[in-house]
């Protein structure tokens, strides 16, 4: 059996220890006493160093607990060192996911439901859906619980007896030797992982979001460092939309609001001037390709400068309500093409596009493409138009 020194001070960094197992071919030891936390409760393990081999893994089984190495030590009597930074880390999110978790159930009688610890992020999935409001109420009840330093005490039973004699969030299914985390005024529960003495050390908790996750409600948050972390980093981005948009009058969000509607009155305009361009277009057509102005079945090939996608497939949609035979638009690195002749132009697009470095797709009689360069799409074209022209020929 090992030691557990992290359940009864977490916050000892380092430590004397002995070898009492030790695996070659696994590269793992077993120590009298530890205090590397293994994975469990959500929490991930400890990483850092016993004598100069770094722990690379560690969990437990039966009591011992495994510690992984990148080399194993040379003598049995070694010094433990842990990734105190990491450490830390996990505390302030654990710890935080209690307070969170304790206050969800005080305020609204939500259950946790699932736990999960990202590098990034945490998660929690509550059984009941809490509003924005609600959402304040919890996170900003939680930072003043946390400025009034409320104690952590944890509480060893040895059955289950006596269980019953606390208030607990949630039900365990542990027999024996049952470990309560208790943080006063908000939370108890059974938790095998390392805490704080006081949530003080939690800092700060930032709720970042909500969402729903098939039929629980999942927040997502962050804790301590990471907390602090990120509220730099965001303080950064917003300095740097503000002098980006020289919002030095107007706020930021007041300032992207303008550039919003000022953006959607350019759309509307563009939109306009595309149709514009789609009637100029149309009537060029019909010049260039037809003495009579009537379009006959003839093979198309029109340059669309000035003229964007969906203003080719306004073009198209407007030569096919009278037009016949075969329509290809151009501009840049795209183009589309359409047919009322029986050509299957999608097979033709399959079996040569390749060669272009383009990609496209589409029906039988209707395709586009679009290519990495205009010299490429150009000589796609050419290819096209000539496999075109030599079907209708025949
Ligand atoms: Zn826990």
């Known amino acids: 059996m090992t030691k557990k020194i992290y359940e009864m001070d977490p916050y000892i960094k380092e430590i004397d220890a002995k070898i009492i197992k030790i695996c070659d071919k696994e590269k793992y030891v ?24 770094k722990v690379l893994k560690v969990y437990e089984k039966e009591n011992l607990i495994y510690h992984y190495v990148d080399k194993l030590p040379e003598k049995n009597d070694v010094k433990l060192k842990i990734n105190w930074e990491r450490r830390l880390d996990h505390m302030q999110q654990h710890c935080g996911e209690h307070i969170i978790s304790g206050m969800v159930y005080k ?42 330093g409320k104690q952590i005490y944890i509480k060893k039973l040895r059955n289950r007896e006596t269980l ?17 985390v208790e943080i006063e005024d908000v939370d108890c529960v059974a938790c095998c992982g390392t805490h704080p003495t006081n949530i003080k050390d939690v800092m700060l908790i930032k709720i970042l979001g909500a969402e729903k996750n098939k039929k629980y409600q999942r927040i997502s948050f962050l804790c ?20 980006l948009l020289s919002s030095e009058t107007l706020s930021a969000k007041q300032r992207i609001e303008t550039l919003k509607s000022q953006k959607d009155e350019l759309v ?3 939109i306009e001037m595309q149709k514009k361009l789609v009637s100029v277009y149309i009537k060029e057509i019909i010049e260039k390709y037809n003495t009579n102005s009537k379009i006959n079945e003839t093979f198309i090939c029109y340059e669309c400068s000035h003229l964007e996608r969906d203003g080719m497939i306004l073009l198209q949609n407007q030569f096919f309500k009278e037009g016949k035979g075969s329509l290809l638009l151009f501009n840049n690195n795209i183009f589309l093409c359409r047919t009322t002749n029986e050509i299957d132009l ?20 209707n395709i586009q493409a679009k290519f990495e360069t205009s010299e490429n799409c150009f000589k796609y074209i050419k290819l096209l138009s000539q496999k075109i022209k030599d079907i209708e020929e025949v």
Request: glycine share 12%; hydrophobic share 30%; aromatic share 10%.
């Open 30 to 53: 077993i120590l009298d006493k530890t205090i590397f936390f293994p994975e469990g409760g959500g929490q991930p393990f400890d990483t850092g160093y016993i004598n100069d081999c």
């Open 164 to 180: 019953s004699d606390y208030k607990i969030r949630k039900e365990t299914l542990v027999e024996e030797n049952i470990r309560l």
């Open 268 to 270: 509307r305009k563009n």
């Open 107 to 148: 305020l609204f009688g939500g259950i946790n439901r699932g736990f999960h610890m990202g590098n990034e992020i945490v998660t929690c999935d509550f059984d009941v859906f809490l509003n924005k409001d609600e959402l304040n109420e919890i996170e900003n009840e939680c930072n003043r619980l946390i400025s009034e």
């Open 224 to 243: 301590g460092f990471r907390a602090i972390r990120d509220y730099k980093e965001k303080h950064e981005v917003i300095k740097e939309i503000n002098s």
């Open 346 to 365: 999608n097979r033709i697009l399959r079996e040569t596009i390749g060669d272009y470095n383009g990609k496209g797709g589409g029906k039988k009689d």
